[in-house]
């Protein structure tokens, strides 16, 4: 399967050095939520980790996931560019 793209990327802050990560994809969402998520775990974090889901496994597109991403990063304040 085809990974489900992000247009445009996300980039967001990532760790406590201040470093960016930029979120190319579905997958790269799902891995960044799962393992890295540095804000809490809000109903935002709860959408965007299961609209990363969905997007990865084909069931939804990567529009609807990056919505929820940026929603949730943005509430988190990690959100550097959409």
């Known amino acids: 399967m085809e990974k489900q793209k992000f247009d445009p990327p996300v ?11 930029t979120i190319s994809d579905a997958t790269a969402c799902l891995d960044f939520v799962l393992k890295r998520w540095p804000g ?24 609807f996931a990056r919505k929820a991403f ?8 990690i959100l550097v560019t959409s």
């Open 11 to 21: 980039t967001v802050l990532a760790g406590p050095s201040g470093g960016q990560e």
């Open 40 to 63: 809490k775990r809000s109903d935002k974090h709860r959408a965007a980790l299961q609209a990363c889901s969905d997007a990865d496994s084909g069931r939804r597109p990567a529009s």
């Open 70 to 77: 940026i929603a949730a990063a943005r509430e988190a304040g």
